[in-house]
C-alpha cells in the first residue's frame, strides 16, 4: 500500500465542469507537491505546500487551485480546463529538513486526466 | 531550458545483460541526484540516490554513477531482469533551496526475455 494515496485514479471533465483531486500522505511528511506529467515531457512542478502553506506556485494557471487544509491533505480544484491539461497529476510529500540527503519525495500513484 | 536531461526515450536490452541510462544536468548548484521507476498506471518510486560528495553509490543490482565534471551521471543495472521494464526519471535538487526536484523526461527501459 502506498504512502501517498490520490483519488480519483481516473477522471474526465468537460472543459466547463468543476472538480478536484484529492491527494492524502501516511508518511508524516510536512510539504506535499502536485506535479504534472504530460506525454514526453519531464515531470513538472505545480505547487509546493511546508506546514501547510504554499511556499512555491510554478506559474500555474489559475484555473488550477490548490488547498491544504493540514499536513496530510492537498487538494487541487480544477475549474474551466482546457483539452491541453489533460495528463497525469501526481502528487507527492517529503519531509522537510537540513539534511542533504533526506527530503527523498514520494509519489501517489496519479490521477488521469481527461479534458473534452 | 532543461536543466536535466535524459537524451535517450528509450533503451532495449537482453535480459541478463547491463542496462545503462544517462542522465545529464547544466546547474553546477545541483548537490544531490536521484533515479526514480515508474511502472505504467503507477506514481514514480524511489529507487536510488547519490550525493554530489561521492562519485559511486550501489544498492543490490543498481548503481549510480557521479562525474560532476561533465555533470553526468547514469543508472547501472546488473543483471537486467524482465521486471525493470519501466520509465526511468533522473532528478536532482540543490540542497538549501525548497527541496523541489527537477526531473528529467524519462527512459523508458525494456528489458527483453
Known amino acids: 500500500e502506498t504512502g501517498v494515496t490520490q483519488t480519483p485514479r481516473h477522471l474526465v471533465m468537460g472543459m466547463t465542469n468543476k472538480k478536484s483531486l484529492k491527494c492524502e500522505q501516511h508518511l508524516g511528511h510536512n510539504a506535499m507537491y502536485w506535479y504534472k506529467q504530460s506525454a514526453k515531457k519531464p515531470l513538472e512542478l505545480m505547487f509546493v505546500y511546508n506546514f501547510k502553506e504554499q511556499t512555491e506556485n510554478n506559474s500555474v494557471p489559475s484555473r488550477f487551485s490548490p488547498e491544504c487544509p493540514n499536513s496530510s491533505h492537498l487538494f487541487l480544484h480544477l475549474h474551466t480546463l482546457q483539452p491541453e491539461d489533460s495528463a497525469l497529476y501526481l502528487c507527492a510529500s517529503s519531509q522537510t529538513g537540513r539534511s542533504v540527503s533526506g527530503n527523498t519525495i514520494y509519489f501517489g500513484e496519479g490521477s488521469w486526466l481527461t479534458v473534452v | ?113
Not at chain 2, 541510462?21 to 529507487?47: H, I, Q, R, V
Request: proline content about 5%; hydrophobic content about 35%; charged content about 20%.
Open chain 2, 1 to 113: 531550458d532543461q536543466q536535466v536531461k535524459q537524451n535517450s526515450p528509450s533503451l532495449s536490452v537482453q535480459e541478463g545483460r547491463i542496462s545503462i541510462l544517462n542522465c545529464d544536468y547544466t546547474n553546477s548548484m545541483f548537490d544531490y541526484f536521484l533515479w526514480y521507476k515508474k511502472y505504467p498506471a503507477e506514481g514514480p518510486t524511489f529507487l536510488i540516490s547519490i550525493s554530489s560528495i561521492k562519485d559511486k553509490n550501489e544498492d543490490g543490482r543498481f548503481t549510480v554513477f557521479l562525474n560532476k565534471s561533465a555533470k553526468h551521471l547514469s543508472l547501472h543495472i546488473v543483471p537486467s531482469q524482465p521486471g525493470d521494464s519501466a520509465v526511468y526519471f533522473c532528478a536532482a535538487r540543490i540542497s538549501g533551496s525548497a527541496r523541489q526536484l527537477t526531473f528529467g523526461s524519462g527512459t523508458q527501459l525494456t528489458v527483453l526475455p
